[in-house]
């Protein structure tokens, strides 16, 4: 017991007074005078500032005039309520240019289309395309090998607007009118048709179609990236043991314009001036 009073009760004491000597010569903000002063007076990058320190230091909300970033929806104003639309897409197609011919030609082109809503979901679309390639031909002595060939199609029909929103549709279609075959430009002399040495069909005017549809990515409400599947229809006429009817597949890429105009702007006047 008098060890325990002779040696931690000062040390305890002499504790005691350091802590109270460090507190006095490091007093807490609110006691440090002016201070209140310089934190009003002073702001981020030298910029002066007037209100208390907590005003002081809330930051100001981002803005085209202090560098900031406004996040903006570009596909907000997608409606689907325009009245015309024109495409132009890169097109590709498959084709049999002799009705004996069982190898195929892959030919490419345009295919420029354009469409008018009736309703949100009904339209009538009218397409022009143009394919263009060069095919095998039967065996000969003559050395045709690779010639060129063409198909013209002008189309007309029904389309349909399945479902949809902001970013993306599906349009369905069912299009019907004719096709030109070009097949003897490139025959170098020899005889054309299905019984000359390439045995190709002659140049003729025929019945065509196209049966598939769109997808649309929206890009904005104007603009749209169109994709294109479709079964590709002809009917050239040339005597063979297989039927004349073909149906080959193509496809179709590209960009879509909306023109600016609402199948609704009649109805929304009318509704305003009954207001």
């Known amino acids: 017991m008098h060890l325990l009073k002779r040696y931690v009760l000062p040390f305890s004491v ?8 460090a507190m006095a010569q490091n007093p807490t903000p609110a006691s440090q005078p002016g201070q209140q002063g310089q934190s009003s007076s002073s702001g981020a990058a030298g ?4 209100g208390t320190p907590d005003q002081a230091n809330v930051p100001r909300p981002l803005s085209a005039e202090n560098g900031g970033y406004l996040a903006i929806d570009p596909l907000a104003n997608v409606k689907y309520d325009n009245r015309w639309d024109l495409s132009v897409l890169m097109a590709s197609g498959h084709t049999h240019a002799g009705p004996n011919l069982r190898e195929g030609a892959d030919l ?13 979901h009904w339209g009538v679309e009218g397409s022009a395309r143009g394919y263009l390639g060069t095919t095998g031909v039967a065996p000969n002595d003559l050395n045709l090998d690779g010639l060129f060939i063409a ?22 279609h069912a299009l019907v009118g004719g096709v030109w075959g070009d ?21 003729q005017i025929t019945l065509g179609g196209a049966v598939g549809g769109h997808i649309d ?41 909306k023109f600016k105009g609402s199948r609704f702007r009649k109805a929304r006047a009318k509704q305003k001036a009954v207001k």
């Open 14 to 21: 002499a504790a005691a007074v350091f802590a109270a000597g």
């Open 47 to 50: 910029e002066t500032t007037t």
């Open 108 to 120: 490419g082109g345009l295919d420029v289309s354009a469409s008018y809503w009736l309703t949100k």
């Open 151 to 172: 198909q013209y199609f002008g189309l007309v029909g029904p389309e349909y607007l399945g479902p949809h929103n902001k970013h993306v549709a599906v349009i369905v």
């Open 183 to 203: 097949f003897n430009t490139d025959l170098r002399g020899a005889t054309p048709g299905p019984g000359g040495p390439a045995g190709m069909y002659n140049n």
């Open 217 to 257: 990515l929206n890009r904005s409400p104007r603009w749209v990236f169109r994709v294109s599947p479709e079964a590709l229809l002809t009917t050239f006429n040339g005597t063979s043991a297989y039927p004349r009817t073909q149906w080959n597949f193509g496809i179709s890429v590209g960009m879509e314009y």
